[in-house]
């Protein structure tokens, strides 16, 4: 069985370099996935990786983007 690390809310905190309580709103707003942990949240570090790897920006499309729009005028 593979093994699943999963981090407090202050870690997933620290990881993101967000707030804590931006963690806590950003998941119940549905942001990223968390897992209820008793009284507590505990976050799937490969969620987080997720979310950080979702607003990862292809600066190269945006040059090409760019260089078109520049061509139509």
Do not use: C
């Amino acid at each position: 069985m593979s093994q699943t690390t999963l981090l407090t809310a202050k870690e997933a905190a620290q990881r993101l370099r967000i707030g804590l309580w931006t963690v806590y709103k950003w998941a119940h707003s549905g942001k990223f996935p968390y897992v209820s942990y008793g009284r507590s949240m505990r976050f799937r570090a490969v969620d987080l990786d997720r979310f950080i790897n979702r607003g990862v920006v292809d600066i190269s499309a945006d040059r090409q983007v760019l260089r078109k729009l520049k061509s139509k005028n």
